[in-house]
């Protein structure tokens, strides 16, 4: 039912998982299933970090985890046992390559051209010149994360190695999906930091659900969500301050029955009291995010299916 991706399978081919330069691993890993209309992917978890990167990294030992979504795999896998929904997981880092950035969104002025033209900054890529486009160059209270600028050359490299076989085994799988079912889910599953308290010292949200203010998927899929976790008695806000980004731009595509959700998960409700490894509620936090998986589920399969209803998790 929900099997890992072989070397025979032909859906996404293995060789489109990409390497991850100057490492020894594949960019991504895909565990496929077709038993429901729903793909999960985790793109800022990865922990496999080529040593060169780190030693080119001021501090890594601090700036490296600051830049994770820290063990947001670990609670998407256990999603996925409990729902047997397919699972893509980013290897790569993010300190290497945001995948949540437009390939074009690059601060230039942390690129050596070696040679090669390279484009000058622009009105484009102010995100990028913040600190956090597709390589990010500076986080808040840390300053700059390299020691030098990077290399055209690797930039190039980790284009092609990974943002780029990332995004086409996402785009293949929720084609698949789409064929099979009439409609297709993707839930694309980060963390957060805690928030801060609202007004009045109200409790922050535990989670925020993003569908780019209505234009990543058909809204009835964002009410099931914002309801299942509220009844549940957590705290979910919707769209602020995380309304979600290039992943649910490129991807979800409503009229032609693909739809996207981001969905964040504040760290301090599934990490241990340091915020640093998976703690003791975790299981607690994956049980609700599966029950509510598999409500959206059989959602996405009545969408597909029109006046049929399929149901999809049983």
Not at 199 to 221: H, M, Q, T, W, Y
Request: with cysteine; glycine share 8%; aromatic share 4%.
């Amino acid at each position: 039912m929900h099997e890992p991706l072989q070397d025979d399978e032909s859906d996404v081919e293995p060789r489109s998982r990409g390497d991850i330069p100057g490492g020894d691993g594949p960019a991504f890993s895909l565990e496929l299933s077709d038993s429901l209309p729903l793909l999960i992917a985790v793109p800022h978890a990865g922990r496999a970090y080529p040593g060169a990167v780190l030693e080119s990294m001021r501090e890594p030992e601090w700036t490296a985890p600051r830049l994770e979504d820290r063990y947001a795999d670990a609670l998407g896998r256990e999603i996925a046992r409990l729902t047997g929904a397919p699972l893509l997981m980013a290897k790569a880092p993010r300190a290497m390559l945001d995948l949540n950035r437009a390939p074009d969104d690059i601060d230039w002025g942390m690129v050596t051209r070696h040679g090669t033209k390279t484009p000058t900054n622009s009105l484009a890529n102010r995100r990028a010149r913040s600190g956090l486009g597709l390589v990010p160059r500076r986080l808040p209270g840390v300053g700059e994360l390299w020691k030098a600028p990077l290399p055209r050359d690797q930039l190039d490299a980790r284009i092609a190695g990974i943002h780029r076989p990332y995004h086409r085994a996402l785009s293949k799988v929720l084609e698949n999906l789409r064929d099979r079912w009439g409609a297709a889910l993707l839930l694309d599953l980060h963390s957060m930091p805690p928030l801060r308290p609202g007004p009045n010292d109200a409790k922050p949200a535990e989670f925020v659900l993003g569908d780019r203010f209505g234009a990543s998927c058909d809204p009835i899929l964002s009410a099931l969500v914002l309801s299942e976790i509220g009844e549940a008695g957590r705290r979910i806000a919707h769209n602020r301050p995380y309304a979600g980004g290039y992943v649910l731009d490129c991807h979800a595509a409503p009229k032609r029955g693909i739809h996207a959700l981001q969905l964040e998960v504040c760290r301090s409700t599934y990490l241990d009291a340091r915020l640093e490894r998976p703690g003791p509620r975790l299981g607690t936090v994956a049980r609700l995010l599966a029950k509510t998986i598999r409500s959206l589920a059989d959602e996405v399969a009545r969408l597909g299916d029109g006046d049929t209803i399929r149901q999809a998790a049983e």
